[in-house]
Nanobody, 114 residues
Framework: QVQLVESGGGLVQPGGSLRLSCVASGSIFNINAMGWYRQAPGKQRELVAFKPSGGDAAYPDSVKGRFTISRDNANTVALQMNSLKPEDTSVYFC?????????WGQGTQVTVSS
């Protein structure tokens, strides 16, 4: 079992930046990938950034060049979000894959508005 706790969400103006962090606990040594998803009201959850252990990060076109995922160590993952747009407003979820099992955090709200 892996538990994930996110932090760093909030309200930011368009063009601003936010940094999300996620700390994993439990069976962290079997984690082979971590990432971030988001879900806006009435929409499906979508991938924002994905980072396999020892592999390259992947981003959808909607955030490429603006968002950067980083894994500082085995149990933390961060998401640096720059040049934020109103359409980035969503609940952001930390994700981990451990031995083929999928784990999610409780989510943190990001609101981009003037």
């Amino acid at each position: 079992q892996v538990q994930l706790v996110e932090s760093g969400g909030g309200l930011v103006q368009p063009g601003g930046s936010l940094r999300l962090s996620c700390v994993a606990s439990g069976s962290i040594f079997n984690i082979n990938a971590m990432g971030w998803y988001r879900q806006a009201p009435g929409k499906q959850r979508e991938l924002v950034a994905f980072k396999p252990s020892g592999g390259d990060a992947a981003y959808p076109d909607s955030v490429k060049g603006r968002f950067t995922i980083s894994r500082d160590n085995a149990n933390t993952v961060a998401l640096q979000m720059n040049s934020l747009k109103p359409e980035d407003t969503s609940v952001y979820f930390c994700y981990a894959n451990s031995n083929g099992n999928h784990y999610w955090g409780q989510g943190t709200q990001v609101t981009v508005s003037s």
